[in-house]
């Protein structure tokens, strides 16, 4: 009896010891479209520049980090050579999938992100919650089971027209984050699709404690706020305003 | 006399120069224009990325004296 019992033992502290620790990682994502835009009534010089920036979009990479209640999602560069980084295209594909970082805040519930518009370097807070829609649609990412969420962001000052998000999230990894800052769901978020531009998993790795610091530099701004102001800056340069006349 | 005329000469140098200037912005307006509106149908409507890149390609236009 005593043998069983030292063996039961053994056996329960070897399991503690070799499980992993699934609340603190890194993701890598590689961006991609989901589908092709409809190009029917569309001027050449714009399908051309739209098929020009897409074909960019496969040498961009992002990293999230993650631990228990915060993350931080970031462009990372390393495959773009010196020669390439002048490159207008992959500029543009740049912005088309966002040169933002994102710190995601579980405790305070909030989204911190850091970016540059116009020469200025703006801290734009708001607030993580999201009214995700669940579906019945799974599938298989990376050996992980994945359930699909939707949202919709709605246009207005930043946007002309809704976007549709979606999100498909392992519920066996129990890691409320994903891309973009978007998070909040029961499950880390494998797949992200932001309008037609498609964040997916391309390495996750485990480990201990990585590096998450909250980013500080920039003028603190409310997202309602920063919106009113992008719409500012739009009128301002007149661009739109051509558009109408012509 | 060869005041007015110098001054005269001067003045049009210098219109011809402030029509030149005004000559490339309007260029680069226009293409900038052009780019805002292609960024605008590439990016989903984004209109901060679409100004991100029009902005710069306007800016990069001026200081390279015009495309």
Excluded: H
């Amino acid at each position: 009896m005593k043998i069983i019992n030292i063996y039961i033992l053994l056996f329960l502290t070897f399991n503690c010891f070799s499980q992993k620790n699934t609340s603190s990682g890194s993701v890598i994502y590689r961006v991609g479209v989901t589908n092709l835009k409809d190009t029917v009534n569309v001027k050449n010089s714009n399908i051309d520049f739209y098929k020009r920036t897409i074909s960019k979009l496969n040498e961009i990479r992002y990293r999230l980090d993650f631990n228990n209640n915060k993350s931080i999602f970031i462009l990372e560069d390393f495959l773009v050579n010196d020669k390439e980084k002048n490159n207008f295209f992959l500029k543009s594909a740049k912005l088309l999938a966002g040169e933002e970082i994102y710190y995601t805040d579980l405790v305070n519930n909030k989204v911190l992100i850091q970016q540059e518009f116009l020469g200025d370097l703006f801290l734009v807070e708001q607030s993580l919650d999201v009214d995700w829609k669940m579906t019945k649609e799974t599938k298989m990412i990376e050996n992980f089971r994945c359930i699909k969420a939707e949202t919709v962001v709605k246009k207005g000052k930043t946007y002309t027209e809704d976007i549709i998000v979606s999100a498909w999230f392992a519920p066996e990894l129990t890691i409320a984050f994903g891309p973009k800052g978007y998070g909040g769901l029961p499950g880390l978020i494998l797949e992200l699709s932001f309008g037609d531009v498609n964040y997916f998993v391309s390495k996750i790795e485990f480990e201990a404690n990585p590096k998450i610091e909250k980013p500080t530099e920039g003028i603190k701004i409310s997202s309602e706020k920063f919106e009113t102001y992008i719409l500012q800056k739009v009128d301002e340069y007149g661009f739109e305003k051509q558009r109408k006349q012509n | 006399m060869a005041v007015v005329v110098f001054m005269s000469s001067s003045l049009n140098a210098n219109s011809n120069v402030t029509s030149q200037i005004d000559d490339i912005s309007d260029d680069c307006f226009e293409m900038a224009m052009g780019i805002y509106e292609a960024a605008l149908f590439t990016y989903g409507g984004d209109r901060k990325k679409a100004l991100s890149l029009g902005s710069w390609a306007y800016d990069d236009c001026i200081e390279n004296g015009g495309y």
